[in-house]
């Protein structure tokens, strides 16, 4: 059974930076597309960025610009660089990776990150 485990958050002021980290175990991270989703209380999750298992990288718009995500082939991580924080980007943060052949999605727990002053 695939493992997610996400590690990275906390608290930053307004125009901070985090970098949310998530690894994975169990798993042949070569045929997985991977991503982060968040969520805030009343509120579907959705998606922040995405990667696919060749690479290639897609964002929500409203983080586009400020979050890069990237991941290590090596390390089986996948990382979620994000800077210019702002208040609407507190949420908790979940890592999914989509196996490319059955389609089946994985989650990881969850990190919270806050983001005020």
Sequence with gaps: QVQLVESGGG???PGGSLRLSCAASRIAFSMYNMAWYRQTPGKQRELVATITFGGRTNY????KGRFTV??????NTVDLQMNSLKPEDTAIYYCNAQNS?????????????????
């Design 11 to 13: 608290w930053v002021q």
């Design 60 to 63: 929500a718009y409203s983080v």
């Design 70 to 75: 990237s991941r290590d082939s090596a390390k």
């Design 101 to 117: 052949m059955t389609l089946a999605h994985s989650w990881g727990q969850g990190t919270q990150v806050t983001v005020s002053s």
